[in-house]
């Protein structure tokens, strides 16, 4: 477990394996590039272990990064709201999830999209095939109470305020602009795991087109690191990366595996 300050519960985080993500990156970067953050993990660890003051941080998930700007530029506008609608739920806490999820389905609010994070089954994000968020609440407990929330989001602020990049766009587009000088942590979603849609995530990435991008990294001469399929039991998930992209493979517990370019 990590002692990060670390508030969004996800699932597909990396926050349990940044440290040892953190070995394979140089002692200094000028900007760490996540263009799948999803929680900015490693952003937060990076800034905590002093190796970077300029941070990119890029999710297709909107709502996501909207919390992550709220948390990191506005720690008390966010913990306040969390309060106040974790406050809300009283005795019949299932039901108030239902209505916040509802709510979250009309506005997209980041500030109800932290209380569903926190609330629902494992921080596991799923989206129906209208992009509507749908996971069910976890019965048996109520979420990371207020104070805890408002610590984690504070300690995550001091770390990465007035020096993140807030975009949502798709990763190639983050891709096409990085400079050599850069460090990029590339975290995609796990390939194929539900046929053919990933509902854990918005969208499920084309295995050709991140071969190109990887390419052309390489080809530029940026500095990487992929975290890239995984394992449960004896399944692999995800088509092996292509032998020219010149990856070293490594592989961690948790079944995640990652590759540094050499
Ligand atoms: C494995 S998760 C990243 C987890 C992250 N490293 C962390 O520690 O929280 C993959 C992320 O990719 C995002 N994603 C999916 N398709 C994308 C795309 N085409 N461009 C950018 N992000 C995308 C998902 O929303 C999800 O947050």
């Not at 990076?46 to 998930?61: C, G, R, T, W």
């Not at 979250?104 to 500030?111: V, W």
């Amino acid at each position: 477990m990590t002692s990060l300050p670390y508030p969004i519960q996800y699932q597909g985080s990396k926050i349990n394996l940044a440290s040892e993500i953190l070995r394979f990156l140089p002692n200094r970067v000028e900007r760490l590039v996540e263009p799948f953050s999803g929680t900015a993990a490693i952003s937060i660890a990076v800034s905590d272990k002093a190796i970077s003051q300029n941070f990119s941080i890029n999710d297709l998930n909107k709502p996501l990064v909207e919390l992550l700007e709220l948390i990191v530029e506005k720690p008390d506008e966010i913990a306040n709201a969390y309060a106040e609608i974790w406050n809300e739920q009283h005795d019949n806490s299932v039901e108030h999830f239902y209505q916040a999820r509802e709510r979250f389905n009309k506005t997209n609010n980041p500030k109800l999209f932290l209380y569903l994070l926190a609330r629902c089954v494992k921080g596991a994000v799923r989206y129906n095939s209208e992009a509507f968020f749908n996971q069910s609440p976890d019965k048996r407990r109520k979420g990371t109470q207020p104070e805890k929330m408002r610590k984690n989001i504070e300690g995550v602020s001091r770390l990465l305020k007035g020096k993140c990049i807030f975009t949502y766009l798709d990763y190639k587009d983050v891709l096409a602009e990085v400079r050599n000088s850069d460090f990029v942590y590339i975290d995609p979603p796990y390939q194929g795991v539900c046929g053919n849609r990933d509902s854990r995530y918005y969208s499920r990435i084309n295995f050709d087109d991140f071969v190109v991008a990887i390419k052309e990294l390489n080809r530029k001469k940026i500095m990487f690191v992929v975290s890239y399929d995984g394992k449960r039991g004896n399944k692999i998930f995800g088509k092996e990366l292509p032998e020219e992209l010149r990856l070293k493979k490594l592989k961690f517990k948790l079944g995640y595996r990652l590759k540094q370019h050499y």
